[in-house]
């Protein structure tokens, strides 16, 4: 089961990922490129090159959930962009960030 909480770490992947891979190619990429566990609870996000559609993956303790977002118009012009490979961000801006809104990040 998916639980979002305000506590919840999120990880989003800054450079575009090839979404025709699945669970086990999304593992591999927080282990190999962003040096991650993905075992570990954090919720790890991706974006298409397109900026067309995010996919999502979690592990519940039981198994993997690999979730996605296509929008049906537009993209996500929002999607931050910065030198690291990874950035966290809170709940309440990754739903902001689904809702293609923009993300305004306050430290």
């Known amino acids: 089961m ?3 909480t305000a506590n919840t770490p999120i990880l989003l992947a800054i450079q575009p990922a090839d979404f025709r891979c699945g669970i086990d190619g999304f593992v591999a ?3 190999r490129q ?3 566990d993905p075992r570990s609870g954090i ?3 991706f974006i298409n090159r397109n900026k067309t559609m995010i996919r999502a993956l979690s592990y519940d303790g039981s198994g993997f959930w690999l979730m996605t977002k296509r929008l049906s ?3 996500f012009s929002n999607w931050p962009t910065a030198k690291e490979a990874i950035t966290s961000m809170q ?3 990754l ?3 689904l809702s293609a809104a923009p993300v305004v990040q306050v430290a």
């Open 95 to 97: 739903r902001q960030l």
């Open 91 to 93: 709940a309440k801006h």
């Open 2 to 4: 998916i639980l979002l």
């Open 34 to 36: 962003l040096d991650q």
């Open 43 to 45: 919720l790890f996000v």
């Open 73 to 75: 118009k537009g993209k």
């Open 29 to 31: 990429i927080c282990r």
